[in-house]
């Protein structure tokens, strides 16, 4: 029987990762504070995300394992926030590995999500899982807890995949609503400078990146799920332009952004800084993007 447990699968990626494998498992055990049901193979199951329980017998003799918990940093950075933020990532991933570590028969491959924002913010240099340059700041220093909460723990006979990835666009994503809805009312125009890069990924080739993961046991460590080719935030707002029918934006310097994320509740960093990613592992695995043009991926996104 094969069985596959998606940690944090109540969210968007979560619940597209459900949609997409369901067919190919005969059960799904997804771990979350929710209620508990049942959808055809799909089980729902209780878990706090911190501590050891009844959830841990499922960890037996599963074929994969995929942890996407962790709070959204679609937020201000407030003290609590930010605690919040880390210690919802880190807690889940030490208490993954506590369970595999005492499993009997632990999975043969742990995908855990991270962030292609582990990298410096960078206009020019392309960051590669093997060259890229680690940044500094709040959002980096999670990212880096993060993975080492991950990789800290061996684990005989099962293959780690850390998951940096990008921004996913699909329907039903919220990552790029508030600009899409900046774009409606005319104030898409670049951010900033409008050089800082932005990478970015489609919904189904994540999917299909995720599947291409399992099935390539070569594949481990730190692995970039982004599209080829950053663009820069001039480029992408010309593309959601274009993709809500507005012919026209104006531009928001940074000043005008920071009192827009203060009202909303949010933070700059999200459209200012340049994450120039590349995905070399997996393009020197052999898989192919179907989709390596924003307008395209926009264009069936929003």
Not at 94 to 114: M, Y
Not at 193 to 222: C, M
Request: a positive charge; hydrophobic letters at 40%; charged letters at 20%.
């Amino acid at each position: 029987m094969k069985k596959m447990i998606i940690a944090g699968g109540t969210g968007f990626l979560g619940n597209a990762c459900i949609d997409y494998f369901k067919s190919s498992y005969d059960m799904i055990y997804v771990l979350t504070r929710g209620r508990l049901r049942q959808l055809d193979n799909v089980h729902y199951v209780n878990w706090d995300a911190k501590t050891l329980g009844d959830w841990c017998t499922h960890i037996n003799d599963c074929d994969v394992l995929i942890n996407m918990t962790g709070r959204s940093v679609d937020c201000r950075y407030t003290a609590k926030n930010k605690n919040s933020i880390l210690n919802s990532r880190t807690n889940s991933t030490s208490v993954l590995g506590e369970a595999l570590a005492k499993a009997k028969h632990p999975p043969r491959l742990w995908l855990n999500s991270s962030t292609a924002t582990i990298y410096r913010h960078s206009l020019v240099a392309e960051m590669g899982e093997e060259n890229g340059e680690i940044g500094n700041g709040f959002s980096v220093d999670v990212a880096k807890a993060w993975e080492s909460a991950f990789f800290s723990v061996p684990i005989p006979n099962t293959r780690k995949v850390a998951l940096r990835t990008s921004i996913v666009l699909g329907k039903g994503g919220g990552a790029l609503r508030q600009i899409k809805n900046l774009a409606k009312i005319g104030f898409g125009g670049k951010q900033g400078s409008g050089n800082q890069k932005f990478s970015w990924i489609h919904l189904t080739d994540f999917l299909r990146a995720i599947r291409h993961l399992i099935e390539n046991e070569t594949l481990e460590g730190p692995v970039n799920l982004v599209a080829p080719k950053p663009v820069t935030n001039t480029a992408l707002m010309k593309a959601v332009r274009k993709s809500v029918g507005m012919p026209f934006g104006i531009p928001l310097s940074k000043v005008l952004l920071e009192i827009g994320a203060r009202i909303i509740g949010t933070e700059t960093e999200l459209v200012l800084k340049s994450r120039n990613v590349v995905p070399k592992k997996l393009v020197h695995s052999g898989f192919e993007f179907n989709y390596r043009s924003l307008d395209a991926a926009l264009e069936e996104a929003i």
